[in-house]
């Protein structure tokens, strides 16, 4: 037997929400559509899966073709299925989000597809149903960094403290305590203080920390609920 009989044919497509953080702003990476249709108007990252590849392989060879960027945090979010999702054609998308140091990446954007960072609360128009894509990992976003040290994914190998709140703010879309941030996250017993400072934006300077990467498999349960009563559900 060659194939099922009586079952209809659909296409299997994978979209990449991609945030990133710059030290200031947490953004959403975007490309202009090449394509019919809607195109030239705001999408995510996406391409559909070949016959010859797993689903996670197309989202990261689609990832290395629209942006240069490889070897970047990435999983599975979800399955967008509605049928009339695509016009043209039955879809299904596996929506996978990825985690990045804009810093660390921004030469590497190809410039054929106009790839462009927005800030998070300057979104445009998204296509189809990449908004409630966008929406669903910001709340995974939020779940996981409850759990987990996950943000650190978007910073750079050094940061500051400061550099830290304003990222767990914009996630969380909260105000902080400074001083019982600060608390917080050095009870932790997980960054590593340098000898350096960042003095770009203080006379008196912000130290730089280091994640331990080595005591986290060990202590990172304290890291729980960091955010007191994140609403992420």
Not at 56 to 84: C, H, N, W
Not at 95 to 120: C, H
Not at 172 to 179: G, M, N
Request: aromatic share 12%; proline share 4%; with cysteine.
């Amino acid at each position: 037997m060659d194939k099922y009989a009586k079952q209809s044919r659909m296409l299997v497509a994978v979209d990449c929400i991609i945030f990133g953080f710059d030290g200031y702003e947490l953004k959403l990476l975007l490309i202009k559509r090449g394509f019919e249709p809607e195109k030239n108007k705001w999408s995510l990252m996406g391409g559909f899966v070949q016959s010859n590849e797993k689903p996670e392989d197309a989202a990261s060879r689609v990832l290395k073709q629209l942006t240069g960027l490889k070897d970047v945090y990435m999983e599975q979010l979800s399955v967008f299925g509605k049928p009339e999702r695509d016009p043209i054609e039955r879809t299904i998308s596996i929506t996978y989000f990825a985690l990045i140091d804009i810093k660390k990446y921004e030469k590497q954007l190809s410039d054929d597809y106009r790839a462009e960072w927005f800030p998070l609360e300057g979104v445009p128009k998204l296509i189809f149903d990449h908004q409630e894509m966008v929406q669903q990992a910001k709340q995974k976003l939020r779940y996981k960094a409850a759990l987990h040290p996950i943000l650190f994914e978007l910073l750079p190998e050094k940061f500051t403290i400061p550099q830290i709140m304003t990222l767990y703010e914009q996630v969380y879309e909260v105000e902080l305590d400074k001083r019982n941030f600060t608390r917080k996250l050095r009870s932790t017993e997980l960054l590593i203080k340098q000898l350096d400072k960042d003095k770009a934006h203080s006379k008196k300077g912000a130290f730089y920390y280091k994640l331990d990467k080595a005591a986290y498999l060990e202590k990172f349960t304290r890291f729980l609920n960091f955010i007191s009563n994140p609403e992420y559900q």
